[in-house]
């Protein structure tokens, strides 16, 4: 079955320490995005990339970073600069640009302990 | 700037219908969604409407669009306790922009 996969569901990760969500994809989408949501806060975009090998800062990218190695993947790294790190984390893929569905994975909750 | 606002609860009874609404301000957005999150659960997307249209409707759900008002709304009829859940709109004038999310609490 086609779609998309983040892994894992729940992360715990000490401060001050770096940390890599996963996302995988087996739409053949172009586009992937990755982003935040707070209670109350709605969803914020952290990064996206409309092509392999190339990716853009969302609104709030300040203490992450991403690549975009390959179509399918496109794995997002909560580093110790983020001062805040614990949320719901939401991976998204489309075909195309913003005018195309996006389809969203099952999230990962991410809690600094 | 880009903003998108919805109320951020509502609770109607089993069999009401329910109105959710939803206001943004980027005038040149294509495509106006709605999407639908469960508890612990990504987004699904429940209906679209292309910023030409006024109205659409798919089975239960009907999407108002007022251009001039830049005011979108989606009511369910015949809400069921399934529906509960919390949901989204967003506008895509160049970036997908989300609302905070409305949740809605169905009452038997």
């Known amino acids: 079955d086609g779609g998309i996969t983040q892994s894992p569901k729940y992360l715990f990760r000490k401060e001050g320490q770096n940390v890599t969500l996963s996302c995988e994809q087996n739409?053949?989408?172009?586009?992937m995005y990755w982003y935040r949501q707070d209670p109350g806060q709605g969803l914020r975009l952290i990064y996206y990339?409309?092509?392999?090998?190339?990716?853009q800062k969302g609104d709030i990218a300040e203490g992450y970073s991403v690549s975009r190695e390959k179509k399918e993947s496109f794995p997002l790294t909560v580093t110790s600069a983020q001062k805040n790190p614990t949320a719901f984390y939401l991976c998204?893929?489309?075909?195309?640009?913003?005018?195309?569905?996006?389809?969203f994975g099952q999230g990962t909750r991410l809690t600094v302990v | 700037g880009e903003d998108v606002e919805q109320s951020l609860f509502l609770s109607v009874r089993e069999g009401d219908s329910s109105v959710i609404n939803c206001t943004y301000t980027?005038?040149?957005?294509?495509?106006l969604y709605w999407y639908k999150q469960e508890p612990g659960a990504g987004l699904q997307l429940l209906t679209y409407?292309?910023?030409?249209?006024d109205m659409k409707q798919d089975q239960r759900l009907t999407v108002l669009l007022n251009k001039k008002d830049k005011h979108l709304s989606l009511r369910i009829a015949d809400t069921q306790t399934g529906d509960s859940a919390i949901y989204f709109c967003a506008e895509s004038g160049g970036k997908l922009i989300f609302g905070q999310g409305t949740e809605l609490s169905v009452k038997p």
């Open positions: 998204a893929s489309s075909a195309g640009g913003w005018d195309t569905e996006a389809f």
């Open positions: 409407i292309f910023s030409n249209m």
């Open positions: 739409l053949n989408h172009d586009a």
């Open positions: 990339s409309q092509i392999v090998n190339d990716f």
């Open positions: 980027d005038s040149s957005s294509t495509y």
